[in-house]
């Protein structure tokens, strides 16, 4: 690769990072309820060595009512140690996986199409509305493809130049892939088993026998794990998503007016239903993304809408862009929906892992059009520009209004305003419910603990009954009517539709409201007269 095409990626990998860390602490508006619990563990493991339900270093986070892989909590700490008890702390991780990312897809690029393709494939990537969005959240799956991308990666290196530390370093990586995210659990092995026979032939199997060895063995931990988790807990997330377990399957399985053939018949075409489903050309170029209603004007796919053309031609010429790679690429583009297919269709973090090919697809294409036809690449050039101001607008200035309850807001704002007093309240009491109708139920206690209402120590001791006690703070729901009178001051903190009804109004009073970006009333706070 020449000396410009590494100028430019770099550019790709500087422009593709400020778009990931800009406003990263706004956009989206507040943590999710996955990002706090990765958070809290992630500092609750370095205060303590524990999660916060006292597992000494586990390698399966409960969160819930499921279990999280491990590796985003213990490759998160030194983002605490920096940033604190913040967004960054939690999402500067994932923001640092997408940049990486941008680099490792340009590399493989480089490796299996040449520099255009390094070039082309690492600008779409840095561009990527999909890519942007699982970067700028505290998710595993971002950092999940990353680690994929980096096992691919040292498995061209090492068939271009023969030296066995990179035969290594994939096979590590690839095992480590199990440690990131519950969908590689099926795709990485896949991968790790396909790519190398596909690249070398069947007939050489026997060298690669000690690079899957290597890749079990790294992974052998988390597959002990699952047995000890599934035997005391079927509930857990690699296990409960499956398609015959999902509530309305389970129903229809459980009905005695259906036949064992119809039932059959149903257990056989959802998966492939779900499967098609990833290639929806509405999901990956106009709405899949669901930042907004789908029949928002605004809707944003997970690729920019100009990309389609460069797929099309990426995929019809591949054997001439990509040689001897061409099937190779095709088979991991086709693979990584077949996991995500038995829990649901189209969902824009199970399976993040089908914009890698997708984008060495595209930006082969567009290669392949400037060459030929300057002028209509040129033109193309110009739509993705557009494009991406378009997904720009929608995501970083429109997005961050509209979707308050999906991403919990309020919590955090209720800390800040309670804070400064709450040294000298003997009670405070927030109530899980949320929304203008308190219709949606949080995890208060992760977002007080995370943002410094408490220390890890504490959460350790908590109470789990009738809500959660950690100290004087109170996580549970209130009824006024049956809500008992105590000594002492105290705080209320309830949902917008539980305002303070008979003897209470004087007793308490109401001191501040707490508004979602769209100015919809979220919580309610009131003090001790």
């Not at 009512?65 to 913040?86: D, F």
């Not at 979707?403 to 899980?432: D, L, T």
């Not at 959460?459 to 549970?476: A, C, H, P, S, W």
Request: aromatic share 14%; hydrophobic share 45%; proline share 5%.
């Amino acid at each position: 690769m020449n000396k410009v095409a590494v100028v430019l990626i770099v550019i790709a990998m500087m422009v593709g990072g400020w778009l990931r860390v800009k406003d990263l602490d706004k956009v989206p508006p507040h943590l999710g309820n996955d990002e706090i619990s990765i958070a809290f563990d992630s500092y609750s493991v370095l205060k303590t060595g524990k999660d916060e339900h006292g597992v000494l270093f586990p390698l399966s986070f409960m969160s819930h009512r499921s279990y999280k892989a491990p590796l985003y909590a213990y490759v998160n700490i030194p983002q605490i140690i920096v940033w604190g008890r913040t967004e960054n702390g939690i999402r500067m991780t994932s923001a640092i996986a997408g940049i990486v990312a941008i680099g490792a897809l340009g590399a493989i690029g480089s490796l299996i199409g040449g520099p255009g393709v390094a070039l082309a494939g690492a600008w779409l990537t840095a561009l990527s509305p999909k890519l942007i969005w699982a970067s700028r959240i505290g998710y595993e799956s971002n950092l999940a493809v990353t680690v994929g991308l980096l096992a691919v990666l040292s498995l061209l290196v090492y068939l271009k130049n023969g030296r066995k530390v990179f035969y290594v370093i994939s096979a590590l990586m690839f095992g480590l892939t199990v440690w990131a995210y519950h969908t590689w659990w099926g795709l990485g092995p896949m991968l790790a088993l396909f790519l190398p026979l596909k690249l070398t032939g069947l007939k050489r199997y026997r060298a690669w026998i000690p690079y899957w060895f290597l890749a079990i063995m790294v992974a052998l931990p988390i597959a002990i794990d699952f047995v000890g988790v599934q035997l005391k807990d079927t509930h857990n997330r690699a296990s409960s998503q499956l398609w015959w377990r999902a509530g309305q399957t389970t129903d229809f399985l459980k009905r005695d007016d259906v036949s064992s053939l119809k039932k059959a018949a149903t257990l056989i075409v959802i998966p492939v239903n779900n499967y098609i489903d990833h290639f929806s050309l509405n999901g990956n170029f106009s709405s899949g993304l669901g930042l907004f209603d789908k029949r928002s004007p605004m809707g944003q796919g997970w690729y920019l809408l100009p990309t389609l053309i460069l797929m099309i031609f990426g995929l019809i010429k591949g054997p001439k862009i990509f040689g001897k790679y061409n099937g190779a690429l095709v088979g991991w583009w086709l693979l990584c929906p077949i996991v995500p297919a038995t829990t649901s269709g189209m969902e824009a973090v199970r399976n993040l892992a089908m914009m890698g090919p997708g984008l060495l697809f595209a930006g082969g294409g567009l290669v392949e059009v400037v060459k030929k036809y300057r002028r209509v690449g040129g033109v193309i050039l110009v739509a993705l520009a557009f494009s991406f101001w378009q997904f720009y607008l929608a995501y970083y200035v429109h997005y961050p209004k509209t979707v308050g309850n999906n991403f919990q807001y309020g919590y955090k704002q209720v800390w800040e305003k309670i804070k400064p007093v709450a040294s000298e309240y003997q009670h405070i009491v927030v109530e899980p419910k949320f929304g203008r109708d308190g219709q949606f139920v949080g995890v208060p206690h992760l977002y007080f603990g995370y943002f410094g209402a408490f220390e890890a120590e504490d959460m350790l001791k908590r109470v789990d009954q009738n809500g959660t006690k950690i100290g004087k703070y109170e996580f549970r729901g209130i009824d006024w009517f049956a809500e008992p009178l105590r000594e002492g001051k105290s705080i209320y903190v309830v949902s917008a539709i539980n305002s303070v009804v008979g003897d209470w109004y004087d007793k308490l009073k109401l001191v501040d409201v707490i508004s979602t970006p769209d100015d919809q009333r979220q919580f309610l706070i009131y003090q001790s007269k």
